[in-house]
C-alpha cells in the first residue's frame, strides 16, 4: 500500500469532483493522473463539456496555486500569452517579457482551442510543455507548470503541429451527458458545489509526485505492455517508443491513485487514453488493452454498452408502449 496512505488526498478530491460533475469519471481520474505524472492531458470535444470547468476545480484545489486560462483564435498575440513586453527593457536593447500573470508563471493551464494560434505562440508552447522552460530575453526560465489541459473540437491539421498534439500524451473525447437522471442533476446543481473541495498543498502535490516515482512496475506488466504493443501493430496502430516509455509514468500514478505501491495489470487501463492518435482508433485501442489485460473485462465492457444502449431507448419510450416492458425486462 502507498506509504502513509498518501493517495487519500487525491482520491478524496476526485471524489468531490465527481459527485458535481456527472459522467467524467475517466476525464476526472485522467486529469489527477495528469498531475501525479507531470503530463499534459488534450480533450477533443465540442463547447459545454464542463473542460474548463474540470481544470479550475483542480487548480482552485491545490493551495496558493496559480492558473491561467485563454481561447486561441487565429489573432491571439504572444503578449496574451506569455505577457507584455517591458519597455524599461527594450531601452535597454533588451527584447524581455512581464511573465507574471502569464502562462511561464503558473501552475495549471487550460488552453482552449490550442490548435488556432499561430506559430511563434505554438513553438513557444511547445517549448513550455516538453521543457518546462520559456525563453525571455533568449534567457530560459524554469516554469512552475505542472500540467496543461488543451482543448479543441478537431484535429490539428498540418505536419508543423504534429509534435505539440504528440506532447498531449493523455486524450479524451467527452461527450454531453448522455444519461437523463444525470441531466436533471446538472441542472439542480447550484453555482456553489463546484468550489466545496479537499484542499491539497504543493507540499503534499510533491510528495505525492515523489511516491508515484517510486512505484514498482513488476516484470509481468513488462511483458503485458509487450503484448499490447504487438497486437496493436498487428491492427496497423504503432505508437512510439517515447509514448510508451512516457505511458510507465502514468501507469504509476494510476497505481498511486488506487493505494498500490507496485503496479498491477489492472494499472495498464489507462493505456486506452494513451495509445490512439486518430478518433477512429479509440474503439480498437480499448478493446486490445482490456483484451489483453483480462479477456472477461473487454466482454464485460461490451455488456455496460449494450445495457446504457437499451436503457436509453427505455428512457425514450412510453411507458404504456407494449414494448417497454420487454425492453425493461432486457435491462434487468
Not at 493522473?33 to 473542460?51: N, V
Not at 534567457?139 to 473540437?153: A, D, Q, R, W, Y
Not at 503485458?224 to 509514468?249: F, H, M, N, V, W
Request: aromatic share 8%.
Amino acid at each position: 500500500m502507498v506509504e502513509d496512505r498518501m493517495n487519500d488526498k487525491f482520491t478524496a478530491l476526485q471524489d468531490a469532483m465527481e459527485s458535481v460533475i456527472f459522467e467524467r469519471r475517466e476525464e476526472i481520474e485522467g486529469l489527477l493522473i495528469a498531475l501525479l505524472s507531470r503530463q499534459h492531458m488534450l480533450m477533443i470535444a465540442p463547447k459545454g463539456t464542463a473542460k474548463s470547468l474540470l481544470v479550475r476545480m483542480l487548480a482552485r484545489s491545490v493551495k496558493g496555486a496559480k492558473y491561467f486560462e485563454k481561447l486561441f483564435t487565429k489573432f491571439t498575440l504572444p503578449d496574451e500569452v506569455f505577457g507584455p513586453v517591458k519597455l524599461s527593457a527594450l531601452k535597454e536593447d533588451r527584447y524581455e517579457r512581464h511573465i507574471e500573470g502569464h502562462l511561464p508563471d503558473c501552475h495549471f493551464a487550460f488552453i482552449d482551442e490550442i490548435w488556432k494560434a499561430n506559430s511563434s505562440i505554438l513553438n513557444s508552447l511547445l517549448t513550455i510543455i516538453n521543457e518546462r522552460i520559456y525563453h525571455n530575453n533568449s534567457h530560459p526560465i524554469k516554469v512552475p507548470l505542472e500540467t496543461l489541459v488543451g482543448c479543441s473540437n478537431e484535429l490539428p491539421e498540418g505536419d508543423e503541429l504534429e509534435a505539440l498534439y504528440d506532447r498531449f500524451l493523455l486524450k479524451y473525447v467527452p461527450n454531453y451527458i448522455q444519461e437523463t437522471g444525470n441531466f436533471v442533476g446538472m441542472l439542480k446543481l447550484q453555482d456553489d458545489a463546484f468550489w466545496n473541495l479537499p484542499e491539497i498543498t504543493f507540499d503534499e502535490v510533491h510528495k505525492a509526485q515523489e511516491a508515484v516515482d517510486k512505484i514498482v512496475i513488476p516484470e509481468e506488466v513488462y511483458l503485458k505492455l509487450t503484448e499490447i504493443r504487438e497486437s496493436l501493430r498487428a491492427e496497423g496502430i504503432q505508437p512510439s517508443d517515447r509514448r510508451y516509455r512516457e505511458a510507465l509514468k502514468c501507469i504509476k500514478a494510476h497505481a498511486f491513485l488506487k493505494g498500490r505501491s507496485e503496479a498491477t495489470l489492472d494499472d495498464l487501463q489507462i493505456l486506452i487514453h494513451i495509445l490512439w492518435d486518430e478518433p477512429e482508433h479509440r474503439n480498437t485501442v480499448k478493446k486490445t488493452v482490456l483484451y489483453n489485460i483480462n479477456p472477461y473485462m473487454e466482454e464485460a465492457d461490451e455488456i455496460y454498452d449494450d445495457i446504457r444502449s437499451t436503457w436509453k431507448e427505455v428512457e425514450q419510450m412510453d411507458s404504456k408502449s407494449p414494448d417497454f416492458m420487454a425492453k425493461v425486462s432486457a435491462v434487468a
